[in-house]
């Protein structure tokens, strides 16, 4: 779990790419659709709806399937405007390469990353079977409850770790940073739950989702990313 991305490689940062190949294949529950919660907003609050600042694995490339691949318990990292799959973030730590995922990636503004990734795993979420131990979950009124680990649970906090390139990991209930995924195997995800804060879906938006389109679009312009022509 301690393998990293090469984050210096300049390709690494490149977003926009002249043909979107879609295809991916999930497996799940099929037919998502926004109304399966009817209290969720149908989309999160977003930073900039024309200039691309996220590039999505085939896999994740539209609503319906980061639907059925939450649901069914799938990873998912973000990393510096990336967001992967557990099989391409597995691919590209073998190979090293990012070239397969920028030829059948899907490039994203920040709206269409709130309505195509983040507003179908909360839903998603939602929809799943929910943590029936949390001190919190009755004072919460039922609510869908998410365990962000204590360095993300703050926008200083989530500035600090993705700006300095760290991942974040998204499954099930948890909305963890790299240092913490990496110590499951030996503390297990109840020390998690203790060690990290509750958050209802409210709290996920206002204190992490939020802030992540300003610090992302920071962290794409500190190393150059906007001044870069595109792909060709």
């Given at each position: 779990m301690g393998a990293e991305v090469d984050k210096n490689e300049s390709?690494?940062?490149?977003?926009?790419?002249?043909?979107?190949?879609l295809g991916a294949v999930a497996s799940g529950i099929p037919n998502y659709s926004y109304?399966?919660?009817?209290?969720?907003?149908?989309?999160?609050?977003?930073?900039?709806?024309?200039?691309?600042?996220?590039?999505?694995c085939p896999h994740l490339s539209e609503a319906d399937l980061v639907y059925d691949y939450f649901l069914a318990s799938g990873l998912?990292?973000?990393?510096?405007?990336?967001?992967?799959?557990?099989?391409?973030?597995d691919n590209i730590l073998k190979t090293g390469d990012l070239a397969g995922l920028i030829g059948s990636g899907r490039p994203m503004t920040d709206s269409q990353f709130a309505e195509n990734i983040?507003?179908?795993?909360?839903?998603?979420?939602?929809?799943?079977?929910?943590?029936?131990?949390?001190?919190?979950?009755?004072?919460?009124n039922n609510a869908n409850i998410w365990v962000s680990c204590a360095h993300l649970a703050t926008p200083t906090g989530l500035r600090k770790v993705y700006a300095g390139g760290g991942q974040i990991y998204i499954f099930e209930d948890y909305f963890i940073c790299q240092d913490c995924f990496n110590n499951?195997?030996?503390?297990?995800?109840?020390?998690?739950v203790y060690d990290g804060q509750l958050m209802t879906d409210g709290l996920l938006y206002e204190r992490i989702i939020e802030s992540l389109y300003e610090i992302n679009y920071e962290s794409l312009h500190a190393v150059g990313h906007f001044d870069c022509p595109p792909a060709v």
């Open positions: 390709a690494f940062f490149i977003l926009d790419k002249p043909e979107l190949n109304d399966r919660l009817p209290g969720l907003p149908p989309s999160v609050p977003a930073k900039d709806s024309s200039t691309y600042t996220w590039l999505v998912i990292t973000i990393v510096l405007g990336k967001c992967f799959c557990e099989t391409c973030y983040i507003t179908p795993i909360i839903a998603s979420n939602g929809d799943g079977p929910r943590m029936t131990d949390s001190p919190s979950t009755a004072e919460a499951i195997p030996a503390e297990s995800l109840v020390d998690l």
